[in-house]
């Protein structure tokens, strides 16, 4: 693992990226990492394309990532995945849900055209459907958290399932930490039980 | 009470944002007051003391707006006390009557004024620097580069504050404000300063011939602190090669950090935290290098100083900075990079990104699922229709200026806090047709009352649309005089705008409950008849909670959201509801429209518009 790594989460605002930059965030600076995370509020909280940063490693880090520097992007919905794919680096990974949220009022795009776009990218690439997994977990809106549970179980950051669960046993109480946690396994073993990517 | 995320142990290092970052360093630093008017991206500084106010005996107000938050820290200063206030960049052009006779006065308790600008304008009207307000108000700046040093360098200034009995601006930018990093945190610290009025009239009142005293005082302040920061300890030079200087200030240093390590150099880093004034024994250091580059964000500030003392002093340095780094829109690792690389002579590329060929459809912010706005806009519209009249809209600062994309247009002008009345008056004196200004609740309390006395007075057919929300909702629901509680929220009077208007001499006011089609759109009907005919002002106040806030109180209190649905079978496909009333919970699949039900907040205003009446709630709502 290289000194300094940098990830990019997009999707479409209210899926929760903030947060699940965060929980990633805090497990990193509780390992001892110098870490930044940036985001965009404002106008984009809502309904909006965004895009978050986290990036980690020793020394000074700008709080941006920019073309072709992420060494991994998470996607949480197709379109916002395709719109991002320029900020990663042409050996980095790419984890993607497979959600389908075209913009209200839009040209109709074609999901399958979008998906086989996303194919020939040639990436190394995890598809998964982490809505129907958030589902099973509990509630449709832990779908961020198995996307963290997947990326753990990718091995592109250097953090455990345990250095994650135990940020969200302090960010979460009862009922929702019950789901985030399931969540959080149901990413994490489906792709780490798919074996190396 | 659960513990925020800026309260913990000394020593104890936490992942905080920039805002939370200097929120943090005002407690250490014992401030007793806190004020502002929300504002991207400064918004989370006074919420989060918000939060912790109370614990810790400082006094939280949201004010009504900056000109009167920045009034109220000078005030507790004046007591001796600690205060700070926070606001975006265009939030200080609000505040700059105040500001202006603050940087004669000067502060006696430490005020420390946040000034967040926005480079690249993510969420304002423009990108104005606001370093340009120190030098024109003798008011010095700082700039911090991380979150760390934010929190270090808010307690710090209030030592430096007092020293200097000045105020101070702590500049940030969205980059930092909004980004998270590690901050170790520090000792809390408690003044029990008790609060006296420090009467000294000849300083506090701005007349002459006091003021001309005043004046030469600040210009001896700034010259001192220009030989003093010298020795600041947030600037430092990092010893390098003799050949390039780089001077980097603010969230600039980490950019240049980035992009030397990519270029494998090793120029000599001036890393510079004070702006305004300049260290003069700093800015000499570095002329004396054959080629200084300054990277800062926005305008030449650091660079045209430079360019002033090297003539001063005699210094044939070659000065390189606005000629390279771009003045329009924020800085990047790649941007800086680009440009050290041409006067280090040592070849750049940058990565080479993965390209899509596919178009993909935009998704520009919409107005949510269920915002009132909406339907006020659709409202408004028919009314307008039903009028005959083609007015022009002006628009203001809010969620609702999405009313600016189709399907609405309805901002042909928007400006700033509190326009749409005033220059939407000097349009309708001068306009066939009557001229419609959607203003929100809470800018209509910052800034549009003066121009809704003014349209009164001036007899001005202006109708007047206040989009009422019940919050300040597009910074993050900060409550305003009409929310009906405080920040901690603690119940308040409730100061109503139809109490104002009606007090402001209007005489056509009327409420309306923004969900009401019909209704909203016949009082507007109403209201542009009295307009035309009168010649004078009229008010439809549009009320409805926030879409948002309405949802989360119903989720605790555990109300079921129903959501609605289209019956295909009589749905005619006129696509009134997804081309023209256009919430993002109504989309087309196919040929058919669909309601997403996991989107759909359950308002129903679309099954009354719906000409078919194909939409119903999924199942029928008991109680």
Redesign the interface.
Known sequence: MGVKRALAIAG??GQGQITL??IL??AL?RKG?????????????????VVVFVKYGR??????V????ADVLVGLEI??T??R??????S?VLIVNDFFL????????NRE??KK?LKS?G?KTILLNANELAVKAGS?ISSNIVMLGALIGSKTVDLSLEEVSSVLSERFKGKTLEVNMNALKMGYDYVSSRGSI | MPKSTIEGSPGE???LLGNEAIARGALEAGISIATAYPG??STEIVETLAEVGERYGVYVEWSVNEKVALEVAIGGSMMGLRALTAMKHVGVNVASDSLMSLGYAGALGGLVIVTADDPSA??SQNEQDNRIYGIHSYIPVFEPA?PQEAKDMTRDLFDLSEKYETAVFLRTT???A?????VKLGELVKLERKPAFHRDPERWCCLPPYDLVSHQKALDRVRRLEEDLSGFKYNWVEEGSKELAIVASG?S???V??AVERLNINPTIFKLSSTFPLPRKLAIQALNFERVLVVEELEPVVEDRLKVIAYEEGLKAQIFGKNLIPRVREL???IVASAISKIAGVPYS?????????E???????L?AGCPHRATYYAVKLAVARSRIKPVYTNDIGCYS?GFY??FNTADVMWCMGASLGIGSGIAKFSQDPVVAFIGDSTFYHAGIPGLINAVYNNIPLLVVVMDNGITA?T?HQPHPGSGYGPAGEPRQVIKIEDLARAAGVGFVEVVDAYNINEVRDVAERAIRYVRENKRPAVVISRRPCA?IELRRKRSRGEEIVPYFIDQEKCIKCGVC??KF???A???EGDRILILP?VCVGCGVCASICPAKAIRPVKSVTG
């Open positions: 479409v605002g930059a965060t965030g805090q600076v990492y110098n870490v930044r995370g940036g985001e965009v509020h404002g106008l984009s909280q809502r309904g909006g394309s020394g000074i880090l700008s709080p941006i920019t073309e072709g520097e379109i916002e395709l719109r794919v320029p900020l990663l680096s042409p980095g075209p913009p209200p009022a839009s040209k109709p795009v055209d979008l776009a990218l990436l449709p | 290092v936490k992942l991207t991206p993510h969420s991380s969205t980059r930092l909004h980004s998270r990093g590690e969230a240093y980490a950019y950090k980035e990047s690792t790649p940058p990565p080479t990104p993965v390209r899509i060929s596919l993909l459809p935009a998704r520009p912010p919409v949510c999405l189709p399907p597009m993050g948002l997804v081309d256009s919430c993002p109504i989309v087309r996991d």
